[in-house]
């Protein structure tokens, strides 16, 4: 009843939010049609992007090779994660699923080991989207709290959601005896049930341990840093390409635009299509000079290269290879 409960509030948003994309496509199809002149000039910018794109895979691709501890299996996360968005371009938040079978079915590891991968790498996800969240409402000011309210209202809910994950692993790492032992004593939960659930906790603890160590820690932190500066180069080379913001867009401003295309790209819409009209909105606000029409044509592109085209090159190239090799590690 849940899950068919969340599938319709999925199509009833997708019905929405495309409505209004298309209205405001046409609405400004004249003005899209004149921009159309510089995007040749993009391919130079679009291939850098890609290839940031690329690393920011790759640095999680070594996250997961570390927690996973399993040689030769770099090549077989980065094809996990890079699949997994390529499924959540249209199918929204099902790509992290893909994600979790795609290294079930490749690698011989427990289910609840290679799912503290994506646990913390969310983790680490939120702790950097609530730094860069903070770090714009300080560069703008009470412009964002004042213009955006809630966007700025994001700000505790993250910092809620990062403080109560970092306490709940570190809790399920020391007193992890504690909470098994007492799982295998209880006669609450049927026994199958209960021997799944206590090795998919104890496969989901092995995969934690190694966070346990400051120095991993502080290297999967540093990682998450750099995973992020290419995420907002990926998207600046792409929004500032236009001669219409070329020079205009400060740093602040810039930060402030990624945030909100971030958070929309997060809205948990089938095809991400809060992301372009995220971005429109937000441009508007940081560039008065800029029109309506101007603004929905930079959400249109960066939406089309950012999330669809370069997932699919990517994404594509890494499944196409994946079906020729289909061998456990």
């Given at each position: 009843m849940k899950k068919t409960i969340q599938i319709l509030i999925s199509i009833i948003l997708f019905i929405i939010f495309a409505y209004y994309f298309y209205t405001q496509l046409n609405e400004n199809k004249e003005q899209l049609r004149t921009l159309s002149h510089e995007l040749p000039g993009l391919l130079g910018?679009?291939?850098l992007s890609i290839f940031l794109f690329c690393i920011a895979i790759a640095i999680r691709s070594w996250r997961w090779n570390i927690m996973l501890d399993v040689k030769n299996s770099f090549w077989i996360s980065y094809r996990s994660i890079s699949i997994g968005y390529l499924v959540q371009t249209p199918l929204s938040k099902l790509g992290e699923v893909v994600r979790i079978t795609n290294q079930i079915n490749y690698i011989n590891k427990g289910k609840g080991e290679i799912v503290s991968t994506v646990f913390v790498d969310r983790l680490l996800d939120f702790i950097c989207l609530a730094l860069i969240l903070f770090t714009s409402i300080q560069l703008s000011g009470e412009k964002l709290a004042v213009n955006f309210p809630e966007i700025s209202g994001l700000a505790p809910i993250l910092a809620l959601f990062v403080l109560a994950g970092t306490i709940g692993a570190i809790v399920f790492l020391f007193m992890r005896n504690t909470i098994l032992g007492?799982?295998?004593?209880?006669k609450l939960i049927p026994e199958k049930i209960r021997d799944?659930?206590?090795?998919?906790?104890?496969?989901?603890i092995k995969g934690l341990e190694c966070v346990k160590s400051p120095r991993v820690l502080v290297q999967f932190l540093i990682s998450s840093i750099f995973i992020w500066i290419c995420y907002f180069f990926n998207?600046?080379?792409i929004v500032s390409f236009f001669s219409f913001t070329d020079g205009l867009?400060?740093?602040?401003?810039?930060?402030?635009?990624?945030?909100?295309?971030?958070l929309g790209a997060i809205i948990p819409v089938p095809g991400?299509?809060?992301y372009p009209l995220a971005i429109q909105k937000s441009f508007v606000f940081v560039l008065p000079t800029i029109t309506e029409a101007q603004a929905l044509g930079i959400g249109t592109v960066c939406y089309f290269t950012i999330m669809w085209v370069t997932n699919f090159i990517n994404g594509g190239l890494t499944l196409s290879y994946q079906l020729l090799t289909k061998k456990k590690t």
């Open positions: 910018y679009f291939i007492t799982m295998k004593k209880t799944r659930l206590i090795s998919f906790l104890e496969n989901f998207f600046y080379l867009l400060s740093f602040s401003d810039s930060i402030f635009v990624f945030v909100c295309s971030t991400g299509l809060a």
